[in-house]
């Protein structure tokens, strides 16, 4: 198996490193992984300026890229230029910090493995749900034990990108959850430069909720972090709304208004 | 009408100017947009450095705010900070180029409308879909038409977030499309610099599919306007494959490994 690994807390963050010897057991891990820190990059890509990567040791001996972009950016550039040939799975992590609910669509972490899927590969993106704990073994044991079961089979073509939490601590058993709403609050916080120019910190609290209706029941991931358990969420790159598709053809049938007028 | 206009394209950018004026006859218009333009930030949030706002006067004479941030950032501090209340509706736009398919998922413009709606706000992304053309009547047109059907009864309530590409020239009709894939071929373009070293640029043609199997039957956003129609796609950020959760459940319960011996 070619294992294609990125993160977005830098090349040389702890959380890749473990997941780096958890992975080696299972064939070649190819590490493209940005040179810094990228973390709320969300799904960015730079076009604006060229990406220049550059081959770093590790202390093992092994050889990794180092690209001054995004998450998205290492994933695009090796598979289109830095691998000698494709990968069959891209994993994304060990992210320091949780990716849950809404804010998925903040995790660069996230937008690697989503990057994988976009580009025909399955993908799976790992996250540590604490900044406190610095203790990466549960997270990249589990990485190391459901990323063979989900290359097993047609496993790939049911379910291809997947987002996993692990909780700090021994975990006491794993959930198949969804994604939950988390919105922050108190996010800003105001503070006055000595030159009298006023500036803001983002910060503040998550504050959870549940998106009701859901398409199928499961546990929320937020509450499986939240009662020890492992979270494993099935993803998606469709944010098309297939069910208001009518409610809006309907509107716009009704609406007075004429293309032709325009 | 109190409306929160952004956009990807910077506060001086003439799609934001001529939404501005489209939409002033609906109500009040706040302009919180990035001092610069972020095409390619996807969903990017600043966590590092601190966001600085900063009052700048149109040539009408009346003001907006610039901030040295994302679209996303804009949003929020806009909300938590800047409005002296909440908005009713959140527009992001007219962004200059096609905001289509998988390509929401690194657009600006779309992670501005997608910030809207997480903090409960129903919310409009615009786009032009051409780089070529610079006219940005008809869409500034066709936003001033559509928003005020869509903030009428409880339309919101049941789509709150859509999508808008206009494509260059007169529209002939409006579609309501689902998201189509648009990935990427030949992205980079491989240089040496005059010290020896390799860089890469990202450009790239876009390679369109259909994706397969929809919950609802629709046209796709790509190919409405390659046939010059309006395309209104309805999204939705919540990125849980529920197709999938399941299948995931019978893979975990038939794995031979168990989280206890972690």
Redesign the interface.
Known sequence: MRILLSNDDGIHAPGLAALRWALAPLGEVHVVAPDR?R??????????K????KQVKFTDGTFGWAVDG?P??CV??AI??LLPQAPDIVVSGINHGPNLG?D???SGTV?AA?EGI???FPAVAISLASYESGDFK?AA??AG??IP??MKGN?TR??N??NINVPPG?????K?T??G?R?YVN??H??VDPRG??????AGEPEDSV?EN???E?DVDVEAIKNKY?S??????????????????D??DG?E?N??E?
Chains 1, 2 share one sequence.
Request: with cysteine.
């Open positions: 820190e973390s709320g990059t969300g799904h960015g890509i730079t076009v604006h060229p990406l220049r990567p995004t998205a950016d695009k550039l289109e230029a809404t998925v669509l903040y937008s989503i976009i580009n025909g549960y044991a589990f034990l459901i079961g989900l496993n049911e379910c990108l997947v021994k975990p006491r058993g794993i198949v969804r994604l709403n919105r996010i800003f105001k503070r120019r006023t500036y803001y910190w983002m998106p859901p398409a199928v499961a492992v494993v969420t099935p993803l998606h790159f469709d944010l098309t709304d297939f069910q208001a598709i009518h409610y809006l053809q509107m716009i609406q208004f293309i032709f325009l």
